[in-house]
Antibody, heavy 118, light 107 residues
């Protein structure tokens, strides 16, 4: 089973950039699809996009296309979520997860709280 | 996008009760329907995948059923650790959308 550990909470100002990470343990990480999910009280759980670290094949939800960048470094088993210019509306909890059988998300990181405030 | 609607949004029940949560999709998703449990401050946890398959380690009091557009999660006898929020999610087509959640509270 892939275990996922995310980077710590972040407090940033609007306009700043940010990259958060999701480190996987085990050989299966590279050949697992890794998703990013946003959670807010207003909108609940939202699927942002997915990456296959073995070849960096990436798909974005239309709602997040152009708003964030998903990437991975297969040499160190890490997936990333990057913002070039944060907005207050990016304040949320962000989870990474592994896509398993029936495309369900069967292993989750602990979450990274991102707060964007001036 | 496929929209997922859960009912009820809030549910008050007692230990030992049988509870049912329903999830409806705006178009057919076959059995690409998953259920998650989330406790406060924690990541979601997969309970059921493929509409009715129990994830490894999940107690058998959790049962999922349905196909097409209507799905059900049943907890046969509530235990204290089951009071949490529950989410359905379709994995039939991208973007993989979630229901708005059902918060299960102690009566």
């Amino acid at each position: 089973e892939v275990q996922l550990v995310q980077s710590g909470a972040e407090l940033k100002k609007p306009g700043e950039s940010l990259k958060i990470s999701c480190k996987g343990s085990g050989d299966n990480f590279i050949t697992s699809w890794i998703v990013w999910v946003r959670q807010t009280p207003e909108k609940g759980l939202e699927w942002m996009g997915i990456i296959y670290p073995a070849d960096s094949n990436i798909r974005y939800s239309p709602s997040f296309q152009g708003q964030v960048t998903i990437s991975a470094d297969r040499s160190i088993n890490i997936a990333y979520l990057h913002w070039s210019s944060l907005k207050a509306s990016d304040t949320a909890m962000y989870f990474c997860a592994r896509r398993g059988n029936w495309r369900a998300f069967d292993s989750w990181g602990q979450g990274t709280l991102v707060t964007v405030s001036s | 996008d496929i929209q997922m609607t859960q009912s009820p949004s809030f549910l008050s029940a007692s230990v030992g009760d049988r509870v049912t949560i329903t999830c409806r999709a705006t178009q057919t998703i076959s059995t690409f329907l998953n259920w998650y449990q989330q406790k406060s401050g924690r990541a979601p946890k997969l309970l059921i995948y493929g509409a009715s398959s129990l994830q490894s380690g999940v107690p058998s009091r959790f049962t999922g059923s349905g196909s097409g557009t209507e799905f059900t999660l049943i907890i046969s006898s509530l235990q204290p650790e089951d009071f949490a929020s529950y989410y359905c999610q379709q994995s039939y087509s991208s973007p993989y959308t979630f229901g708005q959640g059902t918060k299960l509270e102690i009566k």
